[in-house]
Every structure is written in C-alpha cells, then in structure tokens.
C-alpha cells in the first residue's frame, strides 16, 4: 500500500512538471494547462483519500502510534 502512495505522489509531481513546461511554452490559459492541472488536483485529493482510507482500516499507522 505504501508503494501505491509512493507512485500516485511521483505521478502528481510529474503532471505539475508538465503543467509548468506548459505554463512556460504557452498563453497561461490553455485548455492543456488547465487540463494538467486539474489532474494533478485529482490525483491528490485522491491520494489523500487513500492516506484517510489506510489510516481508518488499519493499512498503515503513524510513527507514533
């Protein structure tokens, strides 16, 4: 389970990579911008539900647990 979290956080780093190289290349609001960025806002509300949901059913602890 903490390889699935490892994952989804290169994942959402590498989306917000591409949203940058796009904020650079291109106007501030193009479709593909506004698309990498509404991925990479997805990937981590999803990737915080994941960490509530390991919490909650006993997948992983906190270290001072």
Do not use: C, D, E, H
């Not at 940058?20 to 990479?40: D, H």
């Amino acid at each position: 389970m903490k390889l699935v979290a490892i994952v989804l956080l290169l994942v959402i780093l590498l989306v917000l990579g591409r949203a940058m190289l796009q904020l650079v290349r291109g106007p501030a609001g193009s479709p593909k911008l506004v698309r990498s960025l509404t991925w990479r806002v997805a990937l981590s509300v999803g990737l915080f539900a994941l960490l509530l949901l390991g919490y909650y059913f006993g997948w992983w602890r906190p270290n001072g647990a």
